[in-house]
């Protein structure tokens, strides 16, 4: 294809480096020296992207036009007979997400501008209280609302349960769970226990910080729909903003059934890689939320695509913030939810560890709760590949889950 302005592609970067967690990071370089990044993490199988970018995905792109994002989207997606997929779908959103920088670059023009200007001033986020009882929970809640947060999600231990999801005791993060033995961790999981203590957290919640405060809650895929609907009946007193992941719906039909039965809203949405994945989710209204990565599901075109079919049925977008999304993801989602007329909320974990800040250098600032995009052209995130050779790629691996009797459970 041969358009007017061409800047040709003359060099794909792939780089897997470990700056306090494994991030796999493409750039892109251009004949004019215009280079675009773009990040292509996905966690605990992080070789297999970085692989397929290198192997199958780089070759295709040298010489091509930047500035043709939807062809190249298209050519990588339809291109491929497999098409879908998590791998594939983060290895195109990484490049896309690289060309988007490029064009921004090229215009002089912040991302944002270029999807069609701000809907608002700045993007809202949550932010995570975790704890091994309530009130170390509350405490925590307590101390991001004095910062300036007004939703916050709230995770506790389940009483009698040794490491709940998101609660990780002495240890900071799932790497250093894993100690000397790079092998996923395995933690416990009972229904029972967990449906038996988790209203109190929200009902003390309540109790201490008023209605005004937003609350939500990750449930982590644990619960059959069945379940899943008494949970959200449990929960209607306590006004969430949304309840995360009730259920594992591969089967997206199964939201039916936690629809029917509660008010309480629902989000779904961090593992999926496609619109296809949540098409049944969105256009029969079983959802409220829509949490696609810019990473996981083909960048900001895919995000983009998600988010306007998602406005005809009053779903928001709500995008997955884990720590395991580089800043350059971070910085794609902020500019797509500054400019996206149905925006919900950003899910925010701070943007990263000391050693990260070396390696992606960015313009994002976070005030009062809300994240301000900085006017740099592109994304406003650069990345240091001499400061990224420091902290070299570490195996690493998610938790997995067990019920007491040791059968494998969604973790
Ligand atoms: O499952 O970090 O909403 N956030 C989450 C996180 C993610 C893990 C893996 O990406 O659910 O805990
Ligand atoms: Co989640």
Redesign the pocket.
């Given at each position: 294809m041969k358009t007017g302005r061409n800047l040709a592609i003359t060099d794909v970067r792939v780089i897997v480096s470990s700056p306090g967690r494994n991030f796999v990071t493409v750039k892109i370089v251009t004949e004019s020296g215009i280079y675009g990044v773009g990040d292509a993490t996905v966690?605990g199988r992080e070789m297999a992207v970085a692989t397929y970018l290198q192997e199958h995905v780089a070759p295709c792109l040298i010489g091509r036009n930047a500035h043709d994002i939807e062809d190249i989207w298209q050519y990588l997606y339809k291109g491929v007979y497999w098409r879908r997929g998590p791998i594939n779908m983060a290895c195109v959103g990484a490049v896309d997400m690289a060309l988007w920088d490029i064009k921004g670059k090229a215009a002089d023009l912040p991302v944002y501008e270029l999807l069609g200007g701000k809907s608002r001033r700045a993007v809202t986020t949550y932010a995570h209280a975790t704890g091994n009882d309530v009130t170390e929970t509350l405490d925590q809640a307590a101390r991001l609302i004095s910062e300036g947060f007004q939703t916050i999600?709230l995770q506790s231990a389940v009483p009698g349960m040794e490491g709940s999801?998101?609660v990780m005791g002495d240890k900071k993060d799932?790497f250093e769970m894993q100690s000397s033995r790079p092998l996923p961790p395995e933690q416990p999981w009972s229904t029972r226990k967990y449906m038996n203590s988790v209203e109190d957290l929200f009902r003390q919640a309540r109790a201490r910080f008023g209605p005004d405060v937003q609350l939500l809650h990750?449930v982590?895929s644990r619960l059959t729909p069945i379940e899943a609907a008494r949970l959200g009946k449990m929960l209607e007193p306590y006004d969430l903003l949304f309840l995360?992941?009730a259920v594992a719906a591969e089967n997206q039909e199964s939201y039916r059934i936690v629809r029917d039965h509660t008010t309480t809203p629902l989000a779904i949405g961090?593992v999926y890689n496609t619109i296809w994945d949540c098409k049944d989710l969105i256009q029969n209204q079983w959802i409220d939320y829509i949490?696609t990565a810019a990473t996981h599901a083909g960048g900001i075109t895919g995000l983009r695509r998600i988010a306007d079919f998602a406005a005809i049925y009053h779903v928001r977008i709500a995008p997955?913030?884990?720590?395991?999304?580089s800043p350059i993801c971070y910085a794609a989602q902020s500019h797509i939810g500054l400019w996206a007329p149905n925006f919900g909320i950003q899910?925010f974990v701070g943007f990263g560890s000391a050693q990260s800040a070396e390696v992606f250098r960015h313009d994002l600032r976070i005030e009062n709760g809300m994240i301000h995009v900085g006017e740099s052209a592109g994304l406003g995130v650069d990345f240091d590949e001499e400061a990224a050779a420091r902290y070299p790629y570490k195996r690493s691996y998610?938790p997995v889950s067990r019920l007491e009797d040791g059968t494998l459970w969604s973790w």
């Open positions: 966690n999600r999801y998101g799932y990750d982590h995360e992941d961090e949490r997955h913030g884990a720590p395991d999304l899910e998610l």
